[in-house]
């Protein structure tokens, strides 16, 4: 399932002659893809070095000892050089293109007067005094669904005590 990131994994360790990771060896012993990845890669490895040697020109056994030399060489691979981007012409392009944009903006926008600003004024008042009224009509219900309940309440009150022969008082008449 993970096989190519497995062969990742040994394609770097054989290439620079370390050891293979214990975890890999694992994979190794259990995936026969794996297995006949390492020995492909084995192979090549030993047939390169073995052609070599078989150059017939002087130039060429010069360079077959150098790539020799090189197969044999236990060196870490190069890493990349970050190269990190120029950030200072960026911001000055985008800080010179906000401004342009920003005095486009303000000298092509329409100007307001100030009877326009009291017009606004008014409109925002008109909808407070809307809202003010809506609050109320919300409230009043409650407030005569409470009325109502009290007169009720009293209603049923005076009915009781109308049934009731209740005397308040020391003696008994």
Known sequence: MFCSIYKWFISQAKDSRKPLLASVNRHIQHCASCREFVSLHDSLMDTSIKDLPCLPD???SVLATKIISALDRNTEPRKARVRRPVLIPVFVSSLVLVVVAVGIYFLTAPRTSSTHLLNSLSEIDQTISTFEERL???NSPLDAEYADLKQTMRSATEFFVSYLDVKIGR???
């Open 58 to 60: 002087e130039k060429e």
């Open 136 to 138: 109320e009509n919300i």
């Open 171 to 173: 003696g008994t008449e």
